[in-house]
């Protein structure tokens, strides 16, 4: 079964910067199209940003300009930079396939608390 693991989340400013990453075990992980998704208390996840194989990205207006999705496909693993963070940036952040169902699982997640 695939596993996504997410790390680097925590508490930062209002204005500061936080890069998450996500270790995945999949085989071989260039093919895969994958996201970024988050989820604050109380509201549904979200679709944050998301990179094709061929490195096209896209993102919710809510984080463009602020927020870069990379991957290094040699290390399995992709990133999450974010810069400018803002009190309404705090959820769970996770990472998963870009397309999901109701049954696909998910890990973890980091937590990004964003606050002065």
């Known amino acids: 079964q695939v596993q996504f693991v997410e790390s680097g989340g925590g508490l930062v400013q209002p204005g500061g910067s936080l890069r998450l990453s996500c270790a995945a075990t999949l085989t071989p992980f260039s093919v895969y199209r994958l996201g970024w998704y988050r989820q604050a208390p109380g509201k549904p996840r979200e679709l944050v940003a998301d990179?094709?194989?061929?490195?096209?990205?896209d993102y919710a207006d809510s984080v463009k300009g602020r927020f870069t999705i990379s991957r290094d496909n040699a290390k399995s693993t992709m990133y999450l930079q974010m810069n400018s963070l803002k009190p309404e940036d705090s959820a769970v952040y996770y990472c998963n396939f870009r397309f999901v169902s109701q049954d696909t699982p998910w890990g973890q997640g980091t937590q990004v608390t964003v606050s002065s």
């Open positions: 990179s094709t194989n061929g490195g096209v990205t």
